[in-house]
């Protein structure tokens, strides 16, 4: 195919535009992701051939689809981040930036469902020391609970006590690792 359109204002101020906004990235993640994103206008154009468009329509239509420049560069700066540092094993950061990813993009879901449930479980166990009757794995023959509550039923026990805390850590660590399991996998795929 012939790829006179990498030349055009349209194609040339698009990628001008992704380029700036990727500057805070370091210079080799910044070329693997405008080789990519070139590679996929490249293969999108070639998909668009049979159709009955000039190649400038064409171009257009698959940037447009592509989206504004500057929120691809916000979901591939959000991902970088995070891949950097899964790789620095800081929570706090892979948390954060994988909430970025998912609300930028939806990407990492389950994960992040996965570190909200563990940081609930770290945040029970932290507060079943404080509130020992309020918080703990509730149980009676027709229900059970596990949490906070305000009002104790009677007939509902804390079957745990306070082997609450320690099975709450180790289920949120168990949470947390699960989910960042997900995102490696998910980015190890993806880089093959």
Known sequence: MNTDYQNSKQYLGYMHELKHNLNILDNETKDDILNELASHIYESMCMLQD????????????????????KIAQLYISEARLKKNLIKGNPLKII????????RTGKYLISGILY????IFLILSI?????????GFFYNYEQFFIGYTSEMDSSMNDILGYWFIPISL????ILY???????KRNILKKQL
């Open 96 to 103: 954060k930036y994988a909430t970025l990813c998912i609300v």
């Open 127 to 135: 507060l079943k020391i404080f509130m020992p009757n309020s918080i």
């Open 116 to 119: 909200l449930f563990s940081i």
């Open 51 to 70: 159709k009955k468009l000039s190649e400038e329509e064409r171009l257009g239509k698959v940037l447009s689809q592509l989206g504004n420049p500057t």
């Open 177 to 183: 690792l699960t989910g960042t399991i997900l995102i």
């Open 170 to 173: 180790i289920f949120s660590s």
